[in-house]
């Protein structure tokens, strides 16, 4: 088990599928970033973030049903998520529903 985070639009209360990001979008967002390397696997979309700068395993991005995730994010990651979000118009929220909007807000 793990803990994930989330860019997504929806808000407690909104109309789901109004606020849901669309697959086309996601997939032009990989193609205008130069650091992420798209990784198809059936109905979800993935993107590696190839430039992460760390030893091991790169963290990966997964689009699913208009929610882009990644699993145990450290500071870094939560950086990029942030990114990622604020393009997409969108915010960051934990497994448990909290909202993130710096990387201080991560506790390691």
Known sequence: MGYDIH??????????QRR???????????????????QEDGQRI????TSYGKEG???CFIWWRGIISTKNPNRKVLIKALEIASRLEARVIGDDAEEYQSAEDLQE
């Open 57 to 59: 395993v790169l963290p």
């Open 7 to 16: 860019v997504t639009r929806q808000r407690d209360g909104d109309d789901i």
């Open 20 to 38: 849901l990001i669309e697959a086309a979008e996601w997939l032009n967002y990989i193609e205008s970033d130069s650091e992420l390397a798209l």
């Open 46 to 49: 993935s993107a590696l973030w």
